[in-house]
């Protein structure tokens, strides 16, 4: 931190000039990026901020206006301060416009009233600056060295907030675009007065540029993304009050590095398979990512034993039913015995197939069948299997749905193969909010089985789809937040109701003067029509999608 302006004043050269505060007494704490010794009345020409400007004053203007414009000339460019000595120019007082001006402005000034040496002044202050640089020199290379280590490891975002929590001394939050909460850490403070009716407050905080800080709720805030794709802000939440005037926040670099380790975190895949297991993955994730030709697809799994070429492929992906957060080593070793399992059930059922798993959470399968296989045969014939082996491994219990199966369309050739395994992949996360059974009578999911809301559950980490919610109801949802209203509410027993304003009034219990004041008002705040279907459709897919969001 540079020093401030009452730091200067405590130096002992200073102290011994006896100094005075005689204007701007309530901006000591500007910091002092330099000191400037000069006489000229037109200094402010060759200052860039931040200086504390020395003079004994024998050449200021001696008229009011004068003197007027040599101060603001000096507050436009930033001075930090200005110091006159007595004994040259002025002996017991400084000019009165000279105060009056500089009070009206805020810039302190200082009347040393025993001389001093200013060149012993400008030595001691600039040992502190310069010492102040290589403090954050050195606090610079010890943030970087400690995030390249986390990053090298492959820390967890839980470990790599812990570190900024730590290292900041206050409250660390990691949130997505929508404000929902991923991970954080209290720094010691009670949890639940930190994450207490977070999105409300979250929204009220927009700060400008990648990194800001906001006075009003004392939060520094971050975004965090690569490649273009931001996904994400962290937030280190400190109490209200301003920046001191001029200086950039002190942890505004640990904050960015924390979220770049976050970023790197979220690019780098680590997993524990088989040999042949993470083979099948590669593949898979070629497909999916466009990474192999299709020729280099079918050329390796040919030689894997799982030919492609002249066959009905089928997209299969497999989600287990949500249960307790395991932590993260159990997670993944969960994962590991999924796709396994998932292998036995291929080799059980003669089936041939990619298998690998496709995400934290999912398995992949891309099953070749032959001209004469029957799909739905060998589809039921595989969940079958695989409901079983799992209850045998204790993965389920005996009357549990087990795993969610999910298809995709089945397509002729490798080149489509990447359509099958993404629509398997959409109806697998759709089916994870569906109750099982449901009145289902197949083993499996297709795409019909799913409806827009669970579409809407399946792409709700998706930035782009909270960037929708945000651009449809953020106004009015920053409204309800602001002053603690229901009208996000109020639009959605609206549209619930197929737009019968009556209807809605009675299901709202308000009169219908009442609610009609309302919907106007949500009208004025979105910039919409009611009136129109278009823009009603367009919102209830926005409330839908806040809904999955939340969820």
Same mark, same amino acid.
């Given at each position: 931190m540079l020093p401030t302006v009452a730091r200067v004043l405590d130096l002992e050269v200073m102290r011994r000039g006896l100094p005075q505060v005689v204007a701007g007494a309530d901006r000591l704490e500007r910091p002092v990026r330099w000191v400037h010794v000069s006489e000229l009345p037109d200094v402010a020409g060759v200052l860039q901020g931040g200086e504390l400007v020395l003079t004994t004053g024998i050449a200021l203007p001696e008229d009011r206006e004068g003197l007027a414009r040599y101060v603001r000339d000096l507050d436009e460019v930033g001075v930090a301060g200005l110091v006159v000595e007595f004994g040259r120019r002025y002996f017991d007082t400084l000019p009165r416009a000279l105060v009056h001006a500089a009070e009206q402005r805020g810039l302190p000034v200082i009347a040393l009233r025993r001389e001093v040496r200013f060149v012993a002044v400008t030595e001691a202050v600039h040992a502190l600056v310069v010492n102040a640089q290589l403090e954050q020199l050195r606090v610079s290379e010890s943030v970087h060295q400690v995030f390249n280590e986390l990053v090298v490891e492959g820390a967890e975002p839980p470990e790599v907030i812990r570190q900024v929590a730590r290292m900041a001394g206050a409250p660390v939050v990691l949130e997505n675009l929508a404000h929902q909460v991923l991970a954080h850490d209290s720094a010691g403070r009670p949890e639940a007065e930190l994450l207490e009716d977070w999105e409300r407050r979250s929204r009220g905080v927009r700060p400008p540029g990648r990194t800001g800080h906001d006075p009003r709720s004392g939060w520094l805030v971050t975004t965090v993304g690569a490649r273009g794709q931001d996904w994400g802000r962290l937030v280190l939440v400190q109490e209200p009050g301003p920046l001191p005037e001029g200086e950039a926040h002190p942890h505004a670099m640990l904050l960015e590095r924390g979220a770049s380790a976050l970023a790197l975190n979220r690019l780098v895949v680590r997993d524990r398979e088989s040999l042949e297991r993470q083979t099948h993955r590669t593949l898979l994730s070629g497909i999916l990512t466009h990474a192999l030709t299709v020729s280099e697809v079918a050329l390796r799994a040919q030689a894997l034993g799982v030919p492609l070429e002249g066959r009905r492929l089928v997209g299969v992906v497999l989600r287990q039913r949500r249960g307790p957060i395991p932590a993260a080593l159990e997670a993944q070793a969960r994962l590991r015995d999924f796709t396994e399992l998932a292998a036995g059930a291929v080799r059980a059922s003669r089936l041939s197939a990619l298998v690998g798993a496709l995400d934290d959470e999912g398995v992949g399968l891309l099953i070749a069948l032959g001209t004469q296989q029957d799909e739905h045969g060998a589809l039921d014939s595989f969940s079958a299997t695989l409901r079983r082996m799992s209850a045998e491994a204790g993965r389920e219990g005996p009357d549990a749905p087990g795993?969610?199966?999910?298809?995709?369309?089945?397509?002729?050739?490798?080149?489509?193969a990447r359509r099958t395994l993404l629509e398997a992949a959409q109806v697998a996360d759709a089916a994870l909010h569906d109750a099982p059974g449901g009145g289902r009578t197949a083993s499996?999911?297709? &795409?019909?089985?799913?409806?827009?809301? @669970?579409?809407?559950?399946?792409?709700?980490? #998706? !930035?782009?789809?909270?960037?929708?919610?945000?651009?449809?109801?953020?106004?009015?949802?920053?409204?309800?937040?602001?002053?603690?209203?229901?009208?996000?509410?109020? &639009?959605?027993?609206?549209?619930?109701? @197929?737009?019968?304003?009556?209807?809605?009034? #009675? !299901?709202?219990?308000?009169?219908?003067?009442?609610?009609?004041?309302?919907?106007?008002?949500?009208?004025?705040i979105l910039g919409v029509d009611l009136d129109q279907v278009e823009s009603c459709l367009s919102l209830h897919v926005a409330l839908l999608a806040l809904d999955a969001v939340r969820r």
């Open positions: 795993p969610v199966v999910a298809v995709g369309s089945s397509v002729g050739s490798v080149r489509d499996y999911y297709r &795409l019909p089985d799913v409806r827009l809301r @669970g579409l809407l559950h399946l792409l709700r980490d #998706d !930035a782009r789809l909270q960037t929708y919610v945000e651009r449809e109801l953020g106004p009015l949802l920053a409204h309800d937040a602001e002053h603690n209203g229901q009208l996000v509410q109020m &639009l959605r027993i609206y549209l619930e109701q @197929g737009r019968n304003k009556s209807a809605a009034a #009675d !299901a709202a219990h308000l009169s219908r003067p009442s609610f009609y004041d309302r919907l106007h008002k949500v009208e004025r």
